[in-house]
């Protein structure tokens, strides 16, 4: 069921996100102690929203806004910090390959509700993703 799929993709995506080594990506060491830890609050509402998005239900489209929500965020976060567009992209990938492989290696789904929660995800971080370059564009326009 949509609700169980969602809740495993959440367990297995932020358990690999806190295995996964990020410490030698270039836009990970643009960053300093304090706006990690902002950027990971920020990742962790993403993550929520994704896996409420993810659940199905009435309140799809409020988890969708919570996650542009979040995106815009990140978007203006990472613009103030100054990073490259490449680098912000390479931040936003990095958290679309966590959940990519959450679904693909980690999970034992079968295989029509692989793709199902695949085309949900690229779905979902997709608008995520326009919302973070929107806002990032936005910020860099204005400085």
Not at 82 to 107: D, I, N, R, S
Request: glycine share 8%; charged share 25%; aromatic share 6%.
């Amino acid at each position: 069921r949509p609700p169980q799929v969602a809740r495993l993709i959440h367990r297995q995506g932020s358990s690999l996100a806190r295995t996964r080594p990020i410490t030698g990506e270039e836009w990970y060491a643009a960053l300093g102690d304090p706006k990690r830890a902002r950027i990971r609050r920020t990742c962790r509402s993403l993550m929520h929203a994704l896996t409420g998005y993810l659940s199905g239900g009435v309140r799809r489209r409020e988890y969708l806004r919570d996650g542009e929500r979040a995106g815009r965020t990140l978007g203006e976060m990472l613009a103030v910090l100054g990073l490259t567009p490449a680098q912000a992209t390479g931040a936003f990938l990095h958290f679309h390959g966590v959940m990519t492989e959450a679904v693909t290696t980690k999970l034992s789904l079968p295989p029509p509700q692989q793709v199902r929660s695949l085309r949900q995800i690229d779905a979902f971080l997709n608008r995520v993703m326009l919302r973070m370059m929107e806002a990032f564009e936005e910020r860099h326009l204005t400085s």
